[in-house]
C-alpha cells in the first residue's frame, strides 16, 4: 500500500471563476488533487457509466499501440484506480508500476489488485512533474486521462521522455472534441448539462469535479499541439489515433535515443 498522510476531507476545488478555464488556475494541482481524494470512492463507476463502457475500449486501444514485450517495464503515470495499468498486466509485460499523486485513488487501485501485487504490479505515490524514477529505465510510459489533470503538462511530456530508455514508447490516452460540429454540439449538451448534474448525484461530490471534467476538455490543447509538444521533447513518430469521432485521442511516440 502507498503511505503518505490521508489527504484533507472534501471541500470545493472549482468555483465559477477557476473552471472559465481551469488550466490557468495558480493551484491547480492541489485543486485537482483534492477532487480525486473526493470523488475516488465512486470514480470507477461514473468513469464506466458516463463513457456507456467505452472507456475500457480506448484502454485497449492504448496497450494495443504500445506494442508490449514481455521484457518491457511499464510506467503508468496518473493511474488512479489502476484500470490502465491492470489492462498493461494483463498483456504480461516484466512489470508494471502505477504512480499517482492522489491517495485516495491509489487505495482504489490498491484494493483491486492485492491478489497480483506480489507478482508484476506494484504502486507508488508520485508526482508525474518529478517522477520517482530513474533516466532511461522503463520501456513504456503511459497516462490515461491524466495528462490534462497535470498543472504542466509539458513538463510532464519531457519527464516521460527522461525516464523512458531508447526505443521506449509514450502512450497518451486522453479526451478531446468530436470532429463533426452537429456531434459536437450535442456532446457538448450531454457532456456539459446531464453528466455533471448524474455523476455528482452519484458520487455526493461537493468539490465541483464533474463541472471542472467538461470544462477541462473544452479549454485543454488542441491534439495537434499535444502531437507537436511530443516532438518538442523528442519524440519521433508521433501519432494520435481519433478514437469513437474525436471523443478520446490515444498518442504515440517514440524516444530514439
Ligand atoms: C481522470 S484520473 C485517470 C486515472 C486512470 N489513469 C484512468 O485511466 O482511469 C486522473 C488521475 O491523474 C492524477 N494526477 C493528476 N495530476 C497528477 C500529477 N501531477 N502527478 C500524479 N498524478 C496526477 C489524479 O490524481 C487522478 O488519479
Known amino acids: 500500500m502507498p503511505h503518505t498522510v490521508p489527504t484533507s476531507a472534501p471541500a470545493p476545488a472549482w468555483d465559477q471563476g477557476s473552471l472559465k478555464n481551469p488550466h490557468q488556475t495558480a493551484d491547480k494541482a492541489r485543486r485537482v ?53 491492470m489492462a498493461f498486466y494483463r498483456v504480461h509485460p516484466k512489470y508494471v508500476i502505477g504512480v499517482d499523486f492522489c491517495h485516495a485513488m491509489l487505495q482504489g487501485a490498491c484494493k483491486k489488485t492485492t491478489a497480483v501485487v506480489e507478482r508484476g504490479i506494484s504502486f507508488y505515490e508520485g508526482d508525474a512533474l518529478q517522477l520517482p524514477l530513474r533516466d532511461q529505465s522503463v520501456d513504456v510510459v503511459s497516462i490515461a486521462f491524466g495528462i490534462r489533470n497535470v498543472s504542466d503538462w ?4 519531457d519527464e ?20 463533426n460540429p452537429l456531434l459536437r454540439a450535442g456532446y457538448n449538451f450531454y457532456f456539459r ?3 455533471p448534474r448524474t455523476a455528482t448525484l452519484i458520487s455526493g461530490d461537493k468539490t465541483g469535479a464533474y463541472q471542472y471534467l467538461p470544462e477541462s476538455v473544452n479549454t485543454f490543447i488542441s491534439p495537434v499541439q499535444l502531437t507537436q509538444r511530443m516532438q518538442k521533447a523528442g519524440f519521433s513518430g508521433v501519432r494520435a489515433k481519433s478514437l469513437t469521432a474525436g471523443i478520446c485521442y490515444c498518442y504515440r511516440g517514440i524516444r530514439y535515443a
Open 33 to 85: 488533487q483534492r477532487m480525486f481524494s473526493a470523488i475516488a470512492p465512486s470514480y470507477d463507476l461514473n468513469n464506466h457509466l458516463h463513457s456507456l463502457w467505452l472507456d475500457h475500449y480506448w484502454r485497449r486501444q492504448a496497450v494495443r499501440l504500445a506494442d508490449i514485450k514481455s521484457t518491457d517495464i511499464v510506467a503508468d503515470i496518473a493511474c488512479g484506480t489502476g484500470d490502465l495499468s
Open 160 to 179: 516521460f521522455h527522461r525516464i523512458l530508455r531508447p526505443g521506449g514508447r509514450l502512450i497518451i490516452l486522453e479526451f478531446s472534441l468530436p470532429h
Open 193 to 195: 448539462r446531464i453528466l
Open 154 to 157: 509539458g513538463q510532464a511530456v
